[in-house]
């Protein structure tokens, strides 16, 4: 099946810092999703991105389905962003394989 | 509004006695998943429906059991809980399109 690896595993970040996460996968996907999991375990869609750029606000994120790897990008990170940060890619019938995370703290 | 509703928030049960998780959607998608997500853990998909059709992963034990009586609803049953079946359990919805979590049942086993 599909390896998903994720980096860093942690970071620690003052408020207004910007970040980057990077998202690397063993396989052609036609599925690549980033999720944010806050402190009371919801998982939220922050993209679904398998190929090209999107932005929403401070977030934007980047797959380049070629070369299997997608970057999430945080800028001026506010404490509201700590939590979980999810890679999650797939194939067939939308099934998702997670990366381990990076594990996001914002202090202010 | 929620577009994924898991019932309940959490769930307590005793060792070796059935329960039973439920989920349904909004959004009328064909296809529904079941993840387990342990402590500190990424989640793992243990099951999904595409309509009628119930796909196992191959590695989900047969402890876990699935339900799908139509479209809004899904149901996750574990017949006999163990101590190493507590976890968070999400239900989800979405093919070719984002994937929408439900806020998840967090199961545990006395």
């Known amino acids: 099946g599909i390896q998903v690896e994720q980096s860093p595993p942690d970071l620690i970040l003052q408020e207004g810092a910007n970040s980057t996460l990077r998202c690397n996968f063993s396989d052609s996907v036609n599925n690549l999703q980033w999720f944010h999991q806050n402190p009371w375990g919801q998982l939220i869609n922050l993209f679904y991105i398998p190929s090209g750029t999107k932005q929403n606000g401070r977030l934007s994120a980047t797959t380049v389905a070629t070369e299997r790897y997608s970057l999430l990008y945080i800028s001026s990170s506010q404490t509201t962003d700590s939590g979980v940060y999810f890679c999650a890619a797939g194939t067939s019938y939308g099934k998702l394989t997670f990366g381990q995370g990076t594990i996001l703290t914002v202090h202010p | 509004d929620a577009m994924v509703i898991q019932n309940p928030r959490y769930q307590v049960t005793q060792f070796g006695k059935p329960v039973t998780l439920s989920c349904s959607q909004t959004l009328n998608h064909n296809v529904m998943y079941w993840y387990q997500q342990k402590s500190s853990q990424a989640p793992k998909l243990l099951f999904h429906?595409?309509?009628?059709?119930?796909?196992n992963e191959a590695d989900t034990p047969d402890n876990f059991q699935s339900r799908r009586p139509n479209t809004s609803f899904c149901f996750l049953d574990i017949r006999s809980p163990g101590l190493g079946d507590a976890a968070m359990y999400l239900c989800a919805t979405g093919l070719g399109a984002p994937q929408h979590f439900g806020d998840g049942t967090r199961l545990s086993i006395l």
């Open positions: 429906y595409y309509d009628k059709d119930f796909n």
